[in-house]
């Protein structure tokens, strides 16, 4: 695991709790933030697994 996929991991639990807490408190524009970030945290994750394969390759 590197760091590309440790942060992509943490933004995407971040970004849940943000959308959780946007759907409880009917707040929108917190659930759209949470949606975001998570969602930018699995692009992040996804690169530095993709990182990794082709170390792994070489």
Do not use: Y
Not at 8 to 29: M, T
């Amino acid at each position: 695991m590197n760091k590309d996929q440790i942060k992509g991991k943490a933004e995407e639990v971040k970004g849940k709790v943000k959308e959780a807490a946007g759907v409880i408190l009917d707040d929108d524009a917190l659930e759209t933030e949470g949606n975001v970030q998570k969602n930018v945290g699995k692009i992040q994750s996804g690169l530095g697994k993709l990182k990794e394969d082709i170390k792994k390759d070489k």
